[in-house]
């Protein structure tokens, strides 16, 4: 049984990957920002391995206060889900305030959850750090519009590649993930795969992760996405 801390768990992705892994029978932590309001996540803690955790994770202070409660507690795996999107049409429908946000988001706090927690991924015997990218992201798929989100997504793969690297030396395992186009709030209605699809191939992927993967990019399917 791995212990398995989820960011942005409440919902879409994140609420899935929750399921998956509890009916796997792994230990779950699932953070989110308002705890209260947060029923599907505190539903499935009926009964389950699930603590709900309050944790923002733009805030250090928040991401810190939840590292200390669990310090001394092994993580075998973090994964960071918890994300921001705006949809811009063009370079010139862009609002710098929010992709600010975005980057804070998505590009920022993964690294901010990464270094809080890594003394308990250290307690691992195999410990592994996901973090949900996407394959607008890849420089090589580049295309027109959203470019906040793009461009954070791209910078969060550079980030984890780098972290990868610095991590090896102490058996991390480190890997950027595409989840899909998923039919979530952020994903919209018209996306092709259904969360718990794209939850269930990312918790099969993470799975099997070991260091040999460190410092790659994936699809929820396995294969391996261009940057």
Aim: net charge negative; glycine share 10%; aromatic share 6%.
């Amino acid at each position: 049984m791995d212990t398995i801390l989820v960011t942005g768990a409440n919902r879409g992705i994140g609420l899935e990957l929750v399921r998956c892994f509890l009916a796997a029978g792994h230990r779950v932590i699932g953070g989110c920002r308002e705890p209260s309001s947060a029923d599907a996540l505190a539903g499935l803690a009926e009964g389950n391995s699930l603590t709900v955790c309050a944790l923002d994770v733009t805030d250090a202070d928040s991401v810190s206060r939840l590292a200390s409660e669990l310090n001394g507690q092994c993580i075998d795996v973090v994964v960071n889900n918890a994300g921001f999107m705006v949809r811009e049409s063009s370079v010139d429908d862009v609002d710098y305030e929010a992709w600010a946000t975005t980057f804070q988001v998505n590009s920022m706090a993964p690294l901010r959850v990464a270094t809080a927690f890594k003394s308990q991924l250290q307690l691992s015997q195999r410990p592994r750090l996901v973090t949900v990218s996407s394959q607008m992201g890849s420089i090589t798929r580049a295309s027109a519009g959203c470019v906040s989100y793009r461009s954070s997504k791209a910078a969060v793969n550079m980030v984890m590649a780098t972290l990868a690297q610095e991590w090896r030396d102490d058996g991390i395992t480190v890997c950027s993930v595409h989840p899909g186009w998923v039919r979530t709030d952020m994903g919209g209605g018209e996306a092709d795969l259904a969360p718990e699809k794209s939850a269930g191939d990312l918790a099969r992927l993470i799975e099997g992760l070991d260091t040999s993967n460190t410092g790659q990019f994936f699809n929820h399917d396995g294969s391996a996405m261009p940057w």
